[in-house]
């Protein structure tokens, strides 16, 4: 079986650091798997491969959608802090098969693997209330002894935190949805929109914090697709038509994958965000509680809906909503997609964020937009599953 290669390398096999200690994984740092070639990947599952499938060596992550094994990655790069490298031997630099190279880290992170399935299922009945970060929370080694400056430091609230306490006395969700919609515009204007075409820049680990060329394509009351022009075929894609997802990667050993799970939920909200009165819609039962974004006070609508993570969605003392965080699940636990709100200009009578930065556990991305125009038509065949560009 070969190892998939890409022909450019102009992907950063080793990883880097992000400020804030976030880790970019922007070659995939892979616990000890190499890649499938792609023509392989293609014969066996043209939309949504299995990890085993598409990476080489994988033993204990089996059975699990390619873009949940590439949260997982950053599962374990967020509770272990540490990059490609930390785990990998140093020539994946160089010769992506060398992922597949095993390691001591890479043999006891499968161990740690077994072992916290294990406990979850004797103890929690199979529930993932055991993860990577439980022990780790950000240090390669676990902590055995007390650490007595945490004991008696100041009490810092995770202004992100999944497990949620709603503040009694805090208005009703209610009121803070129709105070959001009044500060962008009022009913009758956001009601008026229903779609939107934007331009602008997208930078991320994926373009190597580049710049590039941007289109966003939007309908109510879900469909989304980003189209960022990374240089000839290769685009970046990420499309969503109400129901399914894909995402579009070219040069990744998988380059066209289907979303799934909490990726797949995270990108109806994120397009509701274009038509801000179906957010309210989009959940069975709301909790609200208060949080702190900068220096600023903020107030927390937490989203439930039975059978999802919840979503957690931040307003500033103006109304708007300035920050959403929302869950995926991987196959070590839950990790967090953190979207923040800035810059909101008009768009025919409605306030809309003009500049957007999405912090995941793999990496950043900003997208800063420089046109936006509502009720604009649009294809259907725009939100549909992208077709990969022909073979050389």
């Known amino acids: 079986m070969t190892a998939y290669r890409t022909t450019r390398d ?12 976030a880790i970019a994984l922007a070659a995939m740092c892979l616990l000890g798997v190499g890649f499938v070639a792609i023509d392989e990947v293609t014969a066996q599952a043209p939309v949504q491969p299995m990890a085993e499938e598409v990476y080489l060596d994988v033993q204990v992550l089996k059975g699990i959608p390619v873009d949940t094994f590439n949260d997982t990655m950053g599962m374990f790069a967020s509770a272990l802090l540490l990059d490609c490298v930390g785990c990998h031997v140093q020539e994946i630099n160089f010769d992506t098969a060398a992922f597949a ?4 880290r890479i043999q006891r992170a499968r161990q740690m693997v077994i072992m916290m399935n294990a406990m979850n299922q004797t103890y929690f009945g199979g529930e993932q209330r055991i993860t990577c970060f439980t022990c780790h929370n950000g240090d390669y080694q676990p902590a055995a002894a007390p650490s007595l400056r945490v004991q008696y430091a100041d009490l810092v609230d995770d202004p992100s935190p999944l497990r949620f306490f709603f503040a009694i006395g805090a208005p009703p969700a209610e009121e803070i949805f129709a105070r959001y919609i009044e500060a962008i515009g009022g009913a009758e204007a956001v009601g008026r929109i229903t779609s939107v ?19 966003i ?13 990374w240089g000839g075929d290769d685009d970046l894609i990420w499309a969503f038509d109400g129901t399914n997802g894909w995402r579009v990667q070219p040069t990744a050993p998988a380059p066209l994958i289907e979303l799934t799970g909490g990726n797949l939920v995270g990108a ?23 949080s702190e974004v900068d220096g600023q006070e903020v107030e927390v609508v ?7 993570r919840p979503v957690n969605l931040y307003f500033d003392e103006s109304g708007t909503l300035i920050r959403l965080v929302r869950w995926t699940e991987t196959g070590a636990g839950p990790v967090p997609v953190q979207t923040d709100y800035s810059d909101y200009r008009d768009v025919e009578g409605v306030q809309m964020p003009f500049h957007q930065v999405i912090t995941w556990t793999n990496g950043r991305s900003v997208i800063d937009l420089t046109e936006m125009r509502a009720n604009v038509a649009i294809d259907d065949a725009s ?5 990969l560009p022909a073979a050389p």
């Not at 394509?217 to 022009?229: D, I, K, M, W």
């Not at 939100?383 to 077709?387: A, H, S, Y």
């Open 302 to 308: 937490r989203g439930i809906k039975a059978g999802q």
């Open 10 to 21: 102009r992907r950063d096999a080793s990883g880097r650091r992000l400020a804030g200690g």
């Open 197 to 215: 075409v934007a331009t602008g820049t997208y930078a991320g680990f994926d373009t190597l914090d580049r710049e590039v060329p941007l289109e």
């Open 217 to 229: 394509y939007a309908q109510s009351p879900n469909r989304r697709t980003l189209v960022a022009h």
């Open 268 to 290: 109806s909200i994120d397009a509701m965000v274009s038509f801000p009165a179906q957010l309210s819609q989009a959940f069975d039962e709301f909790q609200v509680g208060y």
């Open 101 to 104: 190279t095993p390691t001591p």
């Open 383 to 387: 939100f549909g599953r992208p077709e």
